[in-house]
DNA sequence: AAATCGGGGCT
DNA sequence: AGCCCAGATTT
């Protein structure tokens, strides 16, 4: 393969590669300077399935919480998701505490180097593992992310649909691995993506690896890579209850169930989530509906602020509130001492005006 | 192979 | 209103 398209990509990388906080760029190869493995491994778990610019204010928050895998691994579970709250994906923070008392217990606290040992690691998937081996350690790995899929799909044009094109991608990009600086040439591929190789208005004019595409500069770029379509989303209704204590100072909360959607996470209590319409409910103060998106669901809630004595009168008019064993009362002024993902921050604003 | 799992930013 | 994102895990 053409050892130029890392020699042209490295290149463009020394002069246009992002400023990031856990990224420490080793110019030209020559400082021979790589990030800590903790701050490699933090932000990409953090960078799965989520931009750049949403993981900066997160990624400074922990590492100040904790700077170190051995201060992350002593902390609660509780700390850490609500220190992760909002970041979405709530088995990335489970599995990222699993992940740092895994290290500390049996690596030693030493993140190891090799994808085999990183595959080992909760949350830590094949992406992850090559990311972490490579930037962390420079060792050579195939880093196949989204921005390295539509890179390689248009630079041979595949007519093959993801995800099914998934190992044929895997196979191009392992073909144009370079030599050294495999830390460096991981990050380019996927700054390239970022800022070049996007999706929509691709700026081929500026990438310094078109001459190897074979779309470069086509008017049909932007549609590869080829998707299989996606199914629509299951629209679930429910009502969902602030409930105030009489001194209206204290709110019920509980913790959701450990696996599952927003798994171990807090919630405001409920009627369980429904494919049908809402039945009529006129007890308490109705303060509108709330709408959200999830990856697969769409889901609307009709919030009601009732009071401590108004649940039984709930209960009997046939609305069974998921009132868990665990609930309890929370001060109202101490709700961001608790895991409350997007959704639920939606009903406390809501109620809280 | 398909489904599950968040949330926000961009078009 | 979709599409996308430095994917992993379960089914």
Known sequence: MDLNFSKNLLTWYDKNGRELPWRIKNYGGMQNLAPDPYSVWLSEIM????VVATVK???AKFTKKWPTVQ???AADQDEVLTAWAGLGYYARARNLHKCAQYICDEFNGQFPKTETELLTLPGVGPYTAAAISSIAFNQKANVVDGNVERIFSRVDKLEEKLPAAKKQIYEIAQKYLP????GDYAQALMDLGATVCKPKNPRCETCPVSRFCTLSGDENVQFYPKKTPKKPKKQLKAHIFWVENAQKDQVLL????EKGLLGNMMEFPSTNWLDQDLAAQNIGQNLGEVIHIFTHIKLVLK???IQQSQLQQVAE???AINLQENKKWVNIGKLD???LPSLMQKIRKLAEG
Do not use: N
């Open 254 to 257: 509980q913790k959701r169930a």
């Open 317 to 319: 008019a046939g609305f």
């Open 179 to 182: 030599k050294k600086r495999f």
């Open 71 to 73: 201060d992350l691994a």
């Open 57 to 59: 204010d997160y990624y």
């Open 47 to 50: 960078l799965q399935q989520t």
């Open 303 to 305: 919030v009601w602020k």
């Open 337 to 339: 001492e608790f895991a």
